[in-house]
């Protein structure tokens, strides 16, 4: 089965622009997660979407962050204005239930780096 | 930190050694899962322990937990080179979210 996919694999950009990332979830997993992490750390988890309603978003930073899953499919993560402290690899995973006892497949990531 | 603590952060041990890797954490947990990362790839899913299991294997991957302690430990036997990688702990907070740790970073070496 395919995985879950993510666009761009890097993006390098100057600080205060946007940007925007893709992720398309493996097919029929109704959770999809974005996750944000730092070189040399874990995973921090940034929102959940169940199908197409948001979970958790209690540690995106709203103010520059934002993400939607239209349709309950795909995703995208946007960041406005971007910041040098954003440099980091932005992860998306879907499993097939919000239970917790489901693992969750991660894509490759996207790498920012923001000068 | 929300996050675990797992130590050693860092790990080099010889091909057919084998590898302990621990995670300690702070709040009450429904399972705890372990990843690994292979160096700029994503994280694959190596095993989750409910909270009421003490021990679980998987081929060459043995995990333990200790609920009373709130440690967890995975042991690689007989390691292997393609075994280089970070790997991180993860515990669900109630039914919805996973918290990683900072990971321990393994380097077989031939």
């Known amino acids: 089965e395919a995985g879950v996919a993510q666009s761009p694999r890097y993006k390098i950009i100057e600080k205060r622009q946007s940007v925007a990332f893709w992720c398309n979830p493996i097919s029929g997993h109704a959770t999809l997660y974005w996750y944000q992490q730092i070189l040399g750390q874990g995973p921090k988890l940034l929102i959940q979407f169940q199908n197409n309603g948001v979970v958790d978003d209690s540690q995106l930073p709203k103010d520059r962050f934002s993400a939607e899953r239209l349709k309950g499919v795909d995703s995208t993560l946007k960041i406005q204005p971007a910041k040098l402290e954003d440099s980091a690899v932005y992860l998306c995973a879907s499993s097939f239930h919000i239970n917790s006892y489901n693992e969750q497949f991660f894509g490759p990531g996207t790498r920012l780096t923001v000068l | 930190s929300q996050q675990g603590e797992e130590d050693p952060q860092a790990l080099s041990i010889q091909e057919g050694e084998n590898a302990t890797m621990n995670c300690s954490y702070k709040?009450?947990?429904?399972?705890l899962q372990w990843y690994r990362q292979n160096s700029g790839r994503g994280l694959v899913h190596l095993i989750l322990?409910?909270?009421?299991?003490r021990e679980k294997h998987s081929g060459r991957l043995r995990v333990t937990l200790d609920t009373s302690k709130k440690s967890s430990s995975l042991l690689i036997t007989a390691s292997r080179a393609a075994d280089t990688a970070s790997y991180f702990c993860?515990?669900?907070?109630?039914?919805?979210?996973?918290?990683f740790g900072q990971g321990t970073r393994l380097t077989i070496n031939p």
């Open positions: 322990i409910r909270s009421n299991e």
């Open positions: 709040t009450s947990i429904n399972n």
């Open positions: 993860a515990r669900s907070q109630g039914a919805q979210k996973l918290v």
